[in-house]
DNA sequence: GAGGTCCGGGG
DNA sequence: GTGTACGGACCTC
């Protein structure tokens, strides 16, 4: 008979030293279904120059299956070459076998986990399906069917199986002085949310102590008997997916720990491998067999697009769900209530913070891409939340197996020495950002590059399959960094077929996205081409990774150093063809001055300029991109910009920062509210003297005392025991304080402290203070500390790029006393003796020309009069243009 | 700015 | 499990 099933997970066992595959899987009725495979045995390459004969016979004394082959070595471009495929029987013993075959020569694919090698060779990828032909089976080694398989084939279906998803959170009591530590204290609560409903219920909370009935609630005798509990929910419900905040690192490890402490059962997976953690050096990954555990954390804390202040679960919950945690007051209220046998609070706490990860993940869909990357890279959903190495790697397996091409060993510690001193030498030249010309500037249009290294390596053929290292009689291209490439009538590159596929697809998925009625098929097709942009992207960072199989310093340099011309080559052509200025230029971007104040104009005159590059860059696409009105730029990646973009045909406005910090955790409120009204002030209207008045209002107000406690308090955690401390530090210092006042807050560790700086004779450090404390006692805060290290510095590199000196800015207030500067006036400077230090435009005043460079004699054309440099909407003199220009 | 170190989330 | 985290912020020189 035949099933269909969607692939979940995959492992092996072994079975009389032989290894039987496993495939864990869902039917489209939601029956899970564990594959078993037996005809599959690990093998991997051996390349050597020495008699192929006598290393056979060698091997074949050694009781193993080996077979003469044909491969392609990947690094250099070459033929193929006469290797040893060495098939054995047990995948643990593969890297015993590896070392020994190692002085027979140099072994590939040696090191590709088993169900890797398996899925690639039957042509499987995570979350696609699978149709099996064989015969259900009866078994106790997996907890859910089993089916023994004769035959496996990959086939096409788009949907997904019913899936399972439940949600896990722990509330555990520290019994002392410290953080809660898994080998002691014991868990009092876990809280599971489940999706679908599991028998009526869409949660439950299950308690370590016997208490009065309420629905929703289990209550349990003891611990064990909590964790037993536990057990068996989850083996009932069967979830495919177990999803929690910060489950990787906190929850999941202490159930294990806890477990092990109380000698209850944990194999909680669907099969009864038992240590369900791997460990590692210095962290240990929870891993279920046959589910899939999802922290919702991990997740949206690497998501490169949406970043966030904090990843807290609080804020998490408040910004991406707009719903609130239950409000508690740290461990030490937790204890509290426990001991007080209070736990309305406790049981409706843990309760929502299990519903808050379940609805993360499920409301925000936060796993639509990662199924995608699976099905696309081939790798197993649990695998696919880790790095771009792996996804790379897995996909290139797939193309590999079907060139004949072997996939070179992971390096090894000598090889990464090697690598990194290889680095230190002759290094890896990233791209090029060019100095810009700092200041505000008016009318800037950003053009760039789309995908520009995915298209440089699919236009150059640039692939470690095609770098020709000797001189060969051959048709090849020569880049701007020496390095030879074959042409693709010759062989086309890996990475260049890899990423016309990649992009091919990406254009089909899109176009089908716009014809896309259903918003629930649009929404797989969107995360389909995010994740197919994902993969694109990072196939440059492959040859320049040091950990990577296929590291060619040579090509990574060879891509970076055709980006560095393209954009050379670019800025240079648009200077010379249009009558406008390349402000600033990073990458693959391109920031052009013009003297067009109409929006729609400018856009037009934008994609002037991007279609006549374009025409002459065969296999590049300058884009336009979108408009600045104002630009101010501080330096290399730190600029702001009064953007606007066409949204159907409508302009969208917003004022943009990049690189320029306005939220940091050691700023307090007043610094991040400063910073956003002087940038504002300065792009919406020009006006860089209102800005310095602002920041002058906000001086007076700190010295003043008016401004609220609540906008100067700086948030600090204490990480570990005070007495761990080396320097002095002033949340450290306000713990000590704390403590000494309050002897029965001890438990201070784990606890962020919110502090202010107040008046006084000693160290600045010893000066923080609890804000209710300064309420009570009613001190003072530090002016000076506050303007000097907190409104000043991140305020002063804005100024100076503006023309206004710190000095300026706080211009007489140090000498004249505050009532003075509030009320007096700066003196009123004539036009033309306005003093400059830098300038956007050179004008007449006559005939209100402006131009972008001063004349050489320094006189209008049309009028011959003296010309006048422009900035920031004041007319002036230059103090020194030779530093701007 | 290069290079080294600490830290995150969780209770 | 054919294994051995990671990226960013911060500090120091």
Known sequence: ????????????????????????????????????????????????????????????????????????????????????????????KTPELRAFVKKFGQPYEADVLFKYRFMVDLNLRGMEWIDVKGNFRKTTTVKCKAFEAEEIKPIEILENAPLKYLSVDIECLPLEDRVATPDKDPIIMISLAFSPEHRGMKDVVLVSR????????????????????????????????????????????????????????????????????????????????????????????????????????????????????????????????????????????????????????????????????AKISGLLL????????????????????????????????????????????????????????????????????????????????????????????????????????????????????????????????????????????????????????????????????????????????????????????????????????????????VFIKTNINDLDELKSYGQKISEFVTKQNPGLELQFEKIYKTFLILSKKRYAGWSFETDNGKWKDNVEMKGIETVRRDWCTLTSDIMMEVINTILKEGDVKKAAKQVREVIIKLSKGVVPLEKLSIVKGITKPLEDYDGIQPHVELAKKIIKRDPTRKNIVGERLEFVIVKGNQLLSKRAEDPTFVKEKGLEIDPQYYIENQILPPLERIFDVCGVSSSELMEGMRQQSLMEIFNGQKPKISPEETVLNAFESVVCKNCSFSFRRPTLNGLCPTCNLPLYFSYAGSIGKIIDPSIKL
């Open 210 to 373: 016997l208490n009065k009935k309420e629905s929703g609630v289990i209550n349990c005798s003891n611990e064990k008997e909590l964790l037993e509990q536990f057990y068996k929910i989850v083996n009932e419900f069967d979830p495919d997916f177990v999803i929690g905040y910060n489950i990787n690192n906190f929850d999941f490890p202490y159930l294990i720990k806890r477990m092990e402490v109380l000698k209850t059962k944990r194999d909680f997976g669907r099969s009864e491998k038992n240590p369900f953690t791997h460990k590692m050096p210095q962290k240990e990954i929870p891993y279920l067999s046959g589910r899939i555990v999802v922290d919702a954390y991990d997740i949206i804390k690497r998501d490169p697009w949406v970043k966030f202040k904090r990843y807290n679960l609080g804020t998490i919950a408040k910004e991406m769900l707009g719903e609130e945690k239950v409000q508690m007051g740290g461990p030490a209220e937790i204890g509290e209530l426990w001991t007080k046998n209070n736990l309305e609070k406790l049981i409706s706490y843990a309760r929502k913070d299990a519903e808050l990860a379940l609805k993360l993940v499920i409301q925000k869909r936060l796993l639509d891409k990662f199924f995608q990357l």
């Open 382 to 589: 649990q695998d696919s939340f880790g790095g771009q190495t792996q996804r790379i790697e897995c996909m290139l397996l797939h193309v590999f197996r079907d060139k004949k091409i072997v996939m070179p060993l992971k390096s090894d510690a000598a090889e990464l020495r090697k690598r990194n001193e290889e680095r230190e030498g002759y290094g890896l030249k990233g791209a090029l950002v060019l100095e810009p010309r700092t200041g505000l500037h008016n009318s800037v249009l950003v053009l760039d590059y789309k995908s520009l290294y995915p298209s440089l390596i699919k236009t150059y053929n640039i692939c470690p399959t095609t770098l020709l290292t000797d001189n060969k009689n051959i048709e090849y291209i020569e880049t701007p960094f020496k390095t030879k490439f074959v042409t693709k009538n010759i062989r086309e590159g890996i990475l260049p077929l890899l990423l016309r596929k990649l992009i091919d697809t990406r254009v089909k998925v899109k176009n089908q996205m716009k014809i896309e009625s259903d918003p629930e098929k649009k929404r797989v097709l969107n995360a389909k081409q995010l994740a197919l942009k994902d993969l694109s992207n990072s196939m440059y960072g492959f040859t320049g990774y040091i950990r990577s199989r296929l590291y060619v310093l040579d090509i990574a340099n060879t891509i970076t150093s055709y980006g560095r011309e393209t954009i050379t080559k670019t800025k240079k052509m648009i200077e010379e063809n249009f009558p406008v200025e390349v402000l600033y230029s990073d990458t693959d971007s």
């Open 1 to 92: 008979m035949n099933i269909q099933l969607q692939i979940l997970d995959c492992d092996y066992t072994l079975l009389n030293g032989k290894p039987i595959i496993r495939i864990f899987g869902k039917t489209m009725k939601g029956e899970t279904v564990c594959v078993f495979y037996d005809k599959f045995r690990p093998y991997f390459y051996l390349h050597t120059t020495e008699d192929l004969d006598s290393i056979m016979f060698e091997l074949e004394k050694n009781d193993l299956n080996v077979e003469i082959v044909d491969r392609i070595i990947p690094i250099g471009y070459q033929e193929p070459v006469k290797m040893i495929k060495i098939t054995g029987k047990d995948p643990s």
